[in-house]
């Protein structure tokens, strides 16, 4: 069973510029979320895809977008770059609402700074 | 809106004594479920217990224990024996639909 993967791990962009992070999700789970966790603080909801729709959003503006593919995986992109956007993206896979218990699987993260 | 609380920025604990780490939560739900995840250096999130609320008996996870009080929503993991590889930052985490819902987490230190 693979788990979840995440790349790039580390990324330096520009203010303004626009970045695209991948996350492969763990075989069996159809559900994907991402995470943005600032230094120091717990990871914030950024939205989720299931069946390549979103149906849930934290409180992000639309400049965060994402896309779910067919095989499960998963992009978030982030256009506009803002210094506060610099922070840990973690990509999570689940059961979705079939197995709330089970919760999820996170990966290892992407680590994004803006300069 | 839910909200997660973790009061303990830092514990420090020496191996093989027991440690309890604090969490309280907020919400008007009634069907939930609540997490306590690790997050190592390596940065991934290792999910330690799960509790759902409907169960009134403490979820138990080898040396990982919780103490669930639904009426004060209160959440505490208790670390048993804690081992060097216990040393991490823990977060206590809230689900009801579609999210999770993390305190700013503990850190964590195990001390020889």
């Known amino acids: 069973e693979t788990g979840v993967t995440q790349s790039p791990t580390h990324l330096i962009k520009t203010r303004g510029q626009q970045v695209t992070l991948r996350c492969s999700s763990q075989?069996?789970?159809?559900?994907v979320s991402w995470y943005q966790q600032a230094l120091g603080q717990g990871p914030q909801f950024i939205f989720q895809?299931?069946?390549?729709?979103?149906?849930g959003r934290g409180n992000f503006p639309p400049r965060f977008s994402g896309l779910q593919f067919p095989n499960y995986s998963s992009e978030l992109n982030v256009n506009a770059l803002e210094l506060d956007d610099s922070a840990l993206y973690l990509c999570?896979?689940?059961?979705?609402?079939?197995?709330?218990?089970?919760?999820?699987?996170f990966g290892s993260g992407t680590r994004l700074t803006v300069v | 809106a839910q909200t997660v609380t973790q009061s303990q920025p830092e514990m420090s604990v020496q191996e093989a004594e027991t440690v309890t780490l604090s969490c309280t939560y907020d919400?008007?739900?009634?069907?939930?479920?609540l997490f306590w995840y690790k997050q190592p250096p390596s940065r991934q999130m290792i999910l330690v217990i799960r509790?759902?609320?409907?169960?009134?008996q403490n979820a138990t996870e080898n040396r990982f224990s919780v103490n669930f009080q639904k009426a004060a929503k209160s959440f505490s993991l208790k670390i048993s024996d804690s081992q060097l590889g216990d040393t991490a930052m823990y977060f206590c985490?809230?689900?009801?639909?579609?999210?999770?819902?993390f305190g700013t987490g503990t850190r964590l230190q195990v001390f020889p």
């Open positions: 999570a896979s689940s059961l979705g609402r079939q197995r709330p218990a089970y919760g999820y699987t």
């Open positions: 075989s069996g789970h159809n559900t």
């Open positions: 895809y299931y069946r390549e729709e979103e149906n």
């Open positions: 919400t008007s739900e009634n069907n939930y479920y």
């Open positions: 509790q759902e609320a409907y169960k009134q």
């Open positions: 985490a809230f689900r009801n639909t579609d999210k999770l819902i």
